[in-house]
């Protein structure tokens, strides 16, 4: 029986799309033919594993609205490999990038440019614990940055942008979406370059999706290894070596599964009305939960809250858990409990959980 | 039905293993309970997941017999993305290595290591179109160097070392094993450093097992992509970022699949028999199918050979395609036809192939 399944990463995924994959794991269907094989044992550059690459990329492109001038590249190594690769990539031979500091993810970034450049933080919410973002009237840009990067959500913190920031001079904007991507419309043509770790809303880990404005390509730093050359690996259309080629196709069942849910405007509604029941539930729980970070900026994707009583958090979990709901440890760095409202989580499993939270409250408060 | 699958990688894989991910996709058992979860919406970080990772490394280090002087780690990238990180890590402030040149893969990871050094090809078996291996005592080796690098089977050339360099100087081997890992039994601790992409013998595409001496850490080039560090790697157990859980997973059950077959002497006996009677029916064909490789240098797990009449080549493959036998197209770089006879390629695919080979030598001969 499955569970409801509010972990932060590696996540839950559509129980369609996991059933399809199982239905075809052994022979993969091409062109309503049997192939006898495997999706995972067919070769990259064989015709009917193009064709799956192709319509996966499609697909994307069409749910993200993706412009002409954009290449949409699947890679490997995640959204910290890309901490390393973004200045490896887009430096273009400047000695800076800016970054806004919102949390766990962004120090990460920053942290690994340190490698490559001089990130100046141009705006940090670390004054206030993470609570909230920035706005961007507070954040101190440099024109001769390279580029100008923002977690769009923070897994840890629960902080999300609810806003694309203006872009009003020459410095592209680069956004860590690996915890929000296809959540939620946004204008992709304001950023000059996006990148997630597929494991929240795409697919299994060890996908990244990274999407890129053409004429930021072309000057990677020299050291680029040659498979995460963005420039590279756009001119082979993704195919320099053997992409992940399994989980590149569970990420095209999911983008066929959310085709089918009115894409992305489609599942933003259900992600609104889920995160809504939840922060209701916690704001109307008479403080025996708290939310602290400040209502505008609340995070749609990653609910952490406490409970009044610190020593109740262990119980909570073992209790929920017995109840058919996963993974809502709080992360480390911070305790408490988390819940994660990736795509995949279905407002019924929201419902759930509140249903069980309003219970524990009712019998420990 | 599934059919015989003879593709150079990603490559056929065990049913067995299919059969098992297929049953437990959308419920993973763990300890003989129900999780509720697929082993892909685990996070790497819960203890279920880290009971699986531990047990892969652990039944890959059994099978390898890794001393315990050596870390093994599950990375991403691919063999190709290895061109890079090994110099990346494994130069430790020196400015060459050697580099060993049978082939294709060979001229590929020299190539891409001239981006941070000096990379001298020591020897090379150009001069006769890569049909055999420089035996060592016509390597010219440098002291200086930071490693000695090799690859043990080039799959487009069809050429192994069917022998383990010696290592007289303080200068580590280090091996490219993508496609002939686990096919064949040998002494791990000739080698400071070993690297295989998954998509041949272990699993899915997307894993890379990378086994490091432990002296050989702790000085990577300070540009090294934290998640591509070893060293880094090495000290938080590849879980630095997040692993390719689901493929890793995979790795894991062709482990058991393996180890349940003898493991690799068993296995070897197997791939001996099979290129045995491959490379007869091909030495037997009175030159209608011709392979140039030296006998003692050819490759168990890749066999490229040519149809005296060239004009034959197209329909072989169409004929082969239909009668199930499936991915003989040789490589573009060379032409021709080629079978790969991974692990999970049966001796009775094998018989199969050389049933229809002499079969259709009879009609167009």
Known sequence: MRIHNFSAGPSALPAEVLEQAQAEL???????????????????????????????ERDLRE????????????????GKGEFSLIPLNLLRG???ADYVDTGHWSVGAVQEARKYCTPNVIASSKDRDYVYVPPQAAWQPNA???YRHICSNETIHGVEY?????????VPLVSDMSSNILSRVFDLS???????????????????????????????????????????????EWMLNTPPTFGVYLAGLTFKWLK?????????????EKSRLLYDCIDGSGGFYRNGVDKADRSRMNVPFFIRDDALHAAFVAEADAAGLAGLKGHRAIGGIRASLYN?????????????MNDFARRRG
């Open 26 to 56: 052994l022979d993969f269907p091409f062109n309503g033919k049997s192939t006898g094989m495997s999706v995972m044992e067919i070769s990259h550059r064989g015709k009917v594993y193009m064709a799956v690459a192709a319509e996966v």
């Open 63 to 78: 749910l993200l609205a993706v412009p002409a001038n954009y290449k949409v590249l699947f890679l490997q190594g995640g």
């Open 94 to 96: 400047k000695t800076s």
């Open 144 to 146: 001769d940055a390279a």
């Open 162 to 170: 609810q806003w694309t920031p203006q872009v009003d001079d020459d």
């Open 190 to 236: 304001k950023f000059g370059c996006i990148y997630a770790g597929a494991q929240k809303n795409i697919g299994p880990s060890g996908v990244t999706v990274l999407i890129v404005r053409e004429d930021l390509l072309g000057k990677p730093h020299p050291f680029t290894p040659s498979v995460f050359d963005y420039t590279q690996q756009a001119a082979n």
């Open 260 to 272: 089918a849910r009115g894409g992305v405007a489609g599942v933003e509604k259900i992600n609104i």
């Open 344 to 356: 995949a989580v279905s407002l019924a499993a929201v419902q759930a959980l509140v249903d069980f």
